[in-house]
């Protein structure tokens, strides 16, 4: 289900970010983590890479799939077209209110199976 909403937010799975966010959000949801920055560490321990690589990754796989995702998928999954994060300027999503987002949306997805 994590892939079909990625795919649905345009975000390429041929990134390792796409990677590094998909295993974070299966940690946060499989294994109740409530900190990102944990499943950061466990992720970049076992890609043998850093927790800043991890972030980057993530930060510009969400950045190239959000500019080119229509509308009404960001609608559906994000409950608007909003794309500004005010607090720093970036017309982007962060990566914890990415991660944030996702899950509330399948979780909603969930329930109604």
Do not use: W
């Not at 390792?16 to 990102?36: C, N, P, S």
């Not at 509308?71 to 077209?81: A, M, P, Q």
């Amino acid at each position: 289900m994590i892939p079909k909403v990625l795919d649905k937010l345009h975000l390429n799975n041929n990134r390792k970010g796409y990677l590094y966010l998909k295993e974070t959000i299966e940690l946060m949801h499989d294994e109740r983590m409530t900190v990102v920055a944990d499943a950061y560490i466990m992720i970049a321990s076992r890609h043998h890479v850093t927790v800043s690589t991890i972030q980057s990754c993530i930060a510009s796989c969400i950045k190239d799939g959000i500019t080119h995702c229509p509308s009404e998928n960001k609608i559906e999954v994000f409950g608007s077209d909003v794309e500004i994060n005010r607090r720093n300027g970036r017309n982007y999503y962060t990566n914890v209110e990415f991660i944030i987002y996702v899950m509330n949306y399948l979780h909603k997805k969930i329930k109604k199976i």
